[in-house]
């Protein structure tokens, strides 16, 4: 003879174990699936500027990033020659900032 009371009850527990369960497990999927569209979105992005750009544009990505996002690591990371000849770069291209 089973008790109604502690059936209920267990399935109660259970029940709501189950619905935890799946819960993270939808959490966790579209975690993982938003990181990979994310990184899909950036290659795509990287990808398409890389192949419009000409060669002289990618030249300024180049020595920008060199110059201006390495400084966040290193404060003294080649800034003054690289920023120099980005500058002169713009100056000689007509290359507006």
């Not at 399935?11 to 497990?25: A, D, E, P, S």
């Not at 290193?74 to 291209?93: E, G, H, I, V």
Request: charged fraction near 20%; glycine fraction near 6%.
């Amino acid at each position: 003879m089973t008790d109604d009371h502690k059936t209920s009850t267990r399935n109660f527990i259970r029940g709501g174990q189950i619905l935890l369960h799946n819960f993270r497990m939808a959490t966790q999927v579209f975690g993982r699936a938003l990181v990979f569209a994310v990184v899909v979105f950036i290659v795509t992005t990287v990808g398409i500027t890389y192949l419009r750009l000409d060669g002289w544009h990618l030249f300024a990505v180049k020595h920008y990033l060199v110059a201006h996002v390495l400084t966040f690591f290193d404060s003294t990371a080649k800034t003054k020659n690289d920023l120099a000849k980005f500058q002169f770069f713009c100056r000689k291209n007509s290359f507006i900032l």
